[in-house]
């Protein structure tokens, strides 16, 4: 992906990618913000009333791929607007990229040249909703990118060792072969590198805007960082913007079912017998040895505000000298160390589980954080984020690269009410992935003949997480605390999928 391209595509030109044959346009000086909306594919206009948290879904008018269903809420007061984002759309591939002599308009009419791709992703957005706003505007372009840059090997059923197809050395198919690299492979570093296209980008966008970084480390993880999280790095920066967001995306291709997680939303698969989960949360917990190891090799990033060692507490001055239980990013079991006062540090990961909202004043009590701030420890965007009252960024441990995992179709047997569910940390928060499968299977059994049942289904899962409110709170059915965050909801019927994709 070029500058010259992202620049179009920003400005909200033809997005072509370089060679088009389009010519470039110059950068405005001053880009606009992304403008606040709902998804393009819901129906109706502005947003509810936030009293009534009143949920939106899809209707007839506008039908989504496979017939799926979409529905959300907006949050109970915690910000001024919804701060999730959600797309889906059709992904049409290159097979190949055209030669001089042959006619570009008559390759654009054949679709024997194009691979098609079935795409949906929720974006959950924390500090403002702008960086899920921009995610959800381009993810898609960089995946479809990225899938045409090796869209040679992705037909093949074993890859060759140079996308041209030549071989340099006799044995390099058999290469291939050891390294049991397939197709699929292709596609999950496709979807890598969309998430990744970013970094490039952003670094060139920063040279061009004469902005420095303020350490040669700070530098070397830039460069680590995604080409998608640094779209949206470039882009924060031009419109001065803060924020971030975690990044959900399922893609249909070839067959195979291609989740991508970073963040803590999740998408599972309910089939007749069984549950699939399709993606794991990432948060200072689950990736406490990640973010530990990082701090051990590079300590300055931690400025001496914080100690990378795990307590099971916050440790006081009357520790000192005693031996406490503690854990280091290599281990994964507890251990005990002689406290020092450097340990009585904040720690650089603190707390455990998830937010606690008590009646209608919402604080956050045991939340596990990432230097105090963060409850997510993947995603995109935040690349102006500091810890509060330092300059310590929070960004280096903001890891952007997703985990793919990947169904597929063909070594199972699809049942007419076989679902993914995918969904922000709104949902997952109050229901757990076997009350969400019941509520699925029983909606689905007892609605067979509504045409609308997916849309319906999203927009009872929503109804059932934010729950009712009573005086000054949001409550479930069992009298337990509801969500008072934004959810969004997809749910796609497996069965209606495009077989020849």
């Given at each position: 992906m070029s500058v010259e391209?992202?620049?179009?595509?920003?400005?909200?030109?033809?997005?072509?990618?370089?060679?088009?044959?389009?010519?470039?346009?110059?950068?405005?000086?001053?880009?606009?913000?992304?403008?606040?909306?709902r998804p393009k594919f819901l129906r109706g206009g502005e947003e509810s009333p936030?009293?009534?948290?009143?949920?939106?879904?899809?209707?007839?008018?506008?039908?989504?791929?496979?017939?799926?269903?979409?529905?959300?809420?907006?949050?109970?007061?915690?910000?001024?607007?919804?701060?999730?984002?959600?797309?889906?759309?059709?992904i049409s591939v290159r097979r190949r990229e055209p030669s001089l002599e042959e006619d570009q308009e008559w390759l654009i009419l054949c679709s024997t040249q194009f691979l098609t791709g079935y795409y949906w992703a929720l974006f959950d957005g924390h500090g403002g909703p702008e960086a899920a706003i921009i995610a959800s505007n381009y993810l898609h372009y960089c995946i479809k990118q990225k899938l045409e840059e090796a869209a040679g090997a992705i037909v093949e059923a074993c890859p060759p060792m140079h996308l041209s197809g030549r071989c340099v050395c006799d044995?390099?198919?058999?290469?291939?072969?050891?390294?049991?690299?397939?197709?699929?492979?292709?596609?999950?570093?496709?979807?890598?590198?969309a998430f990744q296209e970013c970094?490039?980008?952003?670094?060139?966008?920063?040279?061009?805007?004469?902005?420095?970084?303020?350490?040669?480390?700070?530098?070397?993880?830039?460069?680590?960082?995604?080409?998608?999280?640094?779209?949206?790095?470039?882009?924060?920066?031009?419109?001065?913007?803060?924020?971030?967001?975690?990044?959900?995306?399922?893609?249909?291709?070839?067959?195979?079912?291609?989740?991508?997680?970073?963040?803590?939303?999740r998408a599972i698969l309910v089939l007749k017998d069984t549950i699939v989960p399709m993606s794991s949360e990432f948060t200072p917990e689950t990736e406490r040895q990640r973010l530990q190891h990082l701090a051990f090799l590079f300590p300055k990033l931690l400025d001496g505000e914080f100690t990378r060692f795990e307590f099971p507490r916050r440790l006081k001055g009357d520790d000192v000298g005693q031996k406490v239980l503690y854990r280091d990013y290599f281990m994964e079991g507890w251990g005990y160390k002689l406290v020092e006062k450097a340990?009585?540090?904040?720690?650089?990961?603190?707390?455990?589980?998830?937010?606690?909202?008590?009646?209608?004043?919402?604080?956050?009590?045991?939340?596990?954080?990432?230097?105090?701030?963060?409850?997510?420890?993947?995603?995109?965007?935040?690349?102006?984020?500091k810890v509060i009252d330092t300059n310590i960024e929070v960004k280096p441990f903001l890891s952007c690269i997703p985990k793919v995992n990947i169904f597929d179709f063909g070594l199972h047997d699809i049942k007419e009410d076989d679902v993914l569910i995918m969904a922000t940390d709104g949902l997952w928060d109050v229901l757990c992935n076997k009350e969400v499968a019941h509520m699925a299977r029983s909606f689905l059994a007892e609605n067979r003949t509504d045409p609308h049942r997916f849309s319906e289904l999203a927009k009872s899962l929503v109804c059932r997480a934010r729950g009712k409110k009573r005086g000054h709170q949001w409550m479930l059915d069992d009298s337990q605390e509801a969500s008072y965050d934004d959810i969004s909801v997809f749910v796609i019927p497996l069965h209606n999928r495009v077989e020849d994709c």
């Open positions: 391209w992202w620049r179009r595509l920003r400005r909200g030109g033809p997005a072509e990618p370089p060679g088009g044959g389009r010519e470039s346009v110059p950068r405005s000086p001053q880009p606009d913000p992304p403008r606040y909306r936030r009293g009534g948290r009143a949920v939106r879904g899809t209707g007839p008018e506008r039908p989504l791929p496979w017939g799926s269903g979409y529905a959300e809420v907006i949050n109970a007061e915690k910000s001024e607007f919804n701060e999730d984002q959600a797309a889906c759309c059709q044995s390099d198919p058999q290469f291939v072969e050891e390294k049991h690299i397939h197709a699929e492979d292709v596609v999950v570093g496709a979807l890598e590198n970094s490039v980008l952003a670094l060139d966008f920063c040279q061009e805007a004469a902005v420095e970084s303020s350490t040669l480390v700070h530098i070397a993880l830039q460069s680590c960082l995604n080409p998608q999280d640094e779209v949206i790095g470039q882009e924060m920066e031009a419109t001065n913007q803060t924020g971030g967001c975690t990044a959900l995306a399922a893609l249909y291709f070839q067959g195979k079912l291609y989740v991508a997680n970073a963040g803590d939303s340990d009585l540090k904040y720690p650089l990961v603190h707390g455990h589980g998830k937010q606690v909202l008590c009646s209608y004043i919402r604080f956050v009590w045991g939340q596990a954080r990432l230097l105090g701030t963060l409850s997510v420890s993947r995603g995109l965007g935040d690349h102006q984020l």
